[in-house]
């Protein structure tokens, strides 16, 4: 016989809330830093430098060929590796949280990248070109004329894949960081009331991706109706 | 000296040559109107004389400039070549004000309000003035190709570039547009157009340039074009556009 205690909730609601704002920081600085960091590569890639395009192929079709939680394990224990190889300090003194800062924002870059290529690929060729025609060099005709309307195409794509990044954060709980899932996970120990923690994390889940994804169909709406 | 020039340009696709020993010239203030059948090679043709295609043998010299040397500060001779497309390509995230702008401000260090006046100017010239905070998408082709053009000589061009500029048009749409480019010619425009419009030919153009399959196969005064065409190819060409 199941007896619920949504009690627990209510009293470690600030352990969660403090995890969930855990989550949210990862979140956005993943988002920011992948973006960007993805439309570097994307340009690279697109470049047309050979020293330059190759190897940012082969480092995004890397990462998008190895499971996201393995890119996590690897980052996480080479960040601190590498960090105290470059600057003689310690290991330790990379937190957790930094450490999976980077890995995110690494395995996102390669995620966003093929995104940004695909809507810089959308666009059509003769937009280059008149840039080109009228002075504007390489970076010029990537900035003014191609990005900000590849971005306009793939805004809904990109919403959808932070909706993705935001549930994949509750994987930082495999490296010990207390996210909103780690802190559930830890009152659940303690309480013995791990059932009702978990539902209680699926259903802030489904909320706040249910509503994101909403919002990205109507966005899409709008923009189809913009055309 | 001539304002363009092309000595044996040939240009290939892997295997397949594109463009097969080319050579001709454009001189200061003159009007070459180049045509030929699809995918003869106009238009890899044309955008070769501003850098827009590579090519792999000869040379092509643009105001004293070699344009296949890899020394070249392409974006540099650019700005100074306006070139007008088949589909406008006008910047569609763009007022049309900015659309005149951009290249005069980013690439030929303008002030905003220099490049404004400049563009306005512009804008009233090819008729559109009222248009200038509308976006692309609100035009019809032969006001987005009028734009077009005011953003090529917005630039203050030693000369223009035309690839097909009236063969994405509507019919009643053609006119204003060619009309735009006649006067350009009348006043001295340095002008390479490809376009099958002989009406236009017959009207400004100082010398015809036939095409076909990548080859000059002919390259003659306007009236020797269309008054004596020697070879069978021009012949089975003209016989066929001017038929339509
Ligand atoms: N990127 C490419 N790769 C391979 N072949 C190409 C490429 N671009 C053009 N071609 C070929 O080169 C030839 C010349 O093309 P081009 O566009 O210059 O012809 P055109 O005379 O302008 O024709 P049209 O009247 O249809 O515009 C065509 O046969 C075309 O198929
Ligand atoms: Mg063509």
């Known amino acids: 016989m199941l007896e619920f205690d949504w009690g627990v909730i209510w009293k470690y609601r600030e352990s969660l809330w403090d995890g969930m704002l855990t989550s949210l920081q990862l979140f956005a600085i993943a988002l920011a830093g992948g973006i960007f960091f993805g439309t570097l590569l994307a340009l690279a890639r697109l470049a047309p430098w050979k020293l330059v395009s190759v190897p940012a192929a082969g480092f995004v079709n890397l990462i998008r060929s190895i499971p996201f939680i393995m890119a996590i394990f690897w980052f996480y224990f080479l960040t601190p590796v590498i960090v105290s190889k470059f600057t003689g300090q310690q290991g330790e003194a990379v937190g957790p949280f930094t450490s999976a800062v980077v890995a995110f924002i690494m395995v996102e870059s390669a995620y966003y990248s093929e995104i940004v290529r695909a809507g810089i690929q959308s666009i059509p060729r003769g937009q280059p070109a008149a840039a080109y025609a009228l002075g504007l060099n390489y970076w010029q005709s990537m900035g003014h004329v191609v990005l900000p309307q590849a971005f306009r195409n793939m805004l809904p794509v990109m919403l959808t894949q932070a909706v993705i990044l935001f549930q994949d954060t509750s994987l930082v709980y495999v490296v010990a960081l207390k996210d909103f899932l780690g802190a559930a996970s830890k009152a659940g120990q303690l309480t013995g009331r791990i059932v009702e923690l978990y539902i209680f994390v699926a259903v802030v889940f489904f909320i706040l991706c249910f509503l994101a994804s909403h919002a990205v169909k109507r966005l899409q709406a709008r923009l189809a109706a913009g055309r | ?244």
């Open chain 2, 1 to 244: 000296m001539p304002m363009i020039e092309l000595r044996n340009v040939s240009k290939w696709y892997g295997s397949f040559q594109v463009l097969d020993d080319c050579t001709t010239s454009v001189g200061k203030g003159e009007v070459v109107v180049v045509c030929g059948p699809s995918g003869s090679g106009k238009s890899t043709l044309i955008k070769a004389v501003n850098g827009l295609e590579p090519f792999q043998k000869g040379e092509i010299v643009v105001n004293g400039v070699s344009v296949g040397d890899p020394k070249t500060d392409l974006p540099k001779l650019r700005a100074h070549i306006g070139m007008v497309f088949q589909n406008f390509e006008l910047f569609p995230h763009m007022s049309i004000t900015r659309n005149l702008t951009l290249g005069q401000v980013k690439v030929l260090g303008r002030s905003q309000e220099e490049a404004e006046a400049k563009g306005m100017k512009l804008l009233d010239r090819v008729g559109l003035l009222s248009q200038k905070d509308k976006f692309p998408g609100q035009l019809s082709g032969g006001q987005q190709q009028r734009v077009a053009i005011a953003r090529a000589l917005s630039m203050d061009p030693i000369a223009m570039l035309f690839d097909e500029p009236t063969s994405a048009l509507d019919p009643e749409m053609i006119n204003e547009v060619l009309d735009v480019m006649v006067e350009l010619a009348r006043e001295g425009m340095t002008m390479m157009v490809v376009t099958h419009e002989m009406g236009f030919a017959r009207k400004v153009a100082h010398r015809v340039v036939f095409m076909d399959h990548g080859q000059i196969v002919e390259d003659c005064t306007k009236d020797e074009f269309f008054g004596s065409v020697r070879s069978e190819r021009a012949q089975t060409f003209l016989s066929k556009i001017l038929h339509h």
